[in-house]
């Protein structure tokens, strides 16, 4: 699975967030659905043009931003 062919941004959708390829649902909003204790299933259910590889990928784009975050501790 390449997260590079599954989540996209796009200035002109959603204000530049990162999507799933092809529709106007954010990583943002798939994270916050796993959460609140949605399974896979339940979003696939509810968000058919879903696959459960976009819910890996917008996985794998969540731990890649935090990867390259930066935290300091301030004493």
């Known amino acids: 699975m390449n997260r590079k062919r599954r989540i996209v941004v ?3 959708v959603l ?4 999507i799933i390829k092809g529709t106007r649902i954010s ?3 798939l994270l916050d659905l796993l ?3 949605w399974t896979h299933q339940k979003i ?5 043009q879903l696959k459960k590889t976009d819910i ?6 969540a731990a890649e931003v935090l990867k390259e975050e930066k935290v300091y501790s301030i004493a």
Not at 15 to 18: D, F, H, Q, R, V
Not at 56 to 61: I, M
Request: charged share 35%; net charge positive.
């Open 44 to 48: 696939l259910e509810n968000y058919p």
């Open 35 to 37: 959460a609140k204790g």
């Open 10 to 12: 796009d200035r002109k």
């Open 27 to 29: 990583v943002e909003f």
């Open 15 to 18: 204000a530049g967030k990162p």
């Open 56 to 61: 890996q990928a917008a996985l794998k784009y």
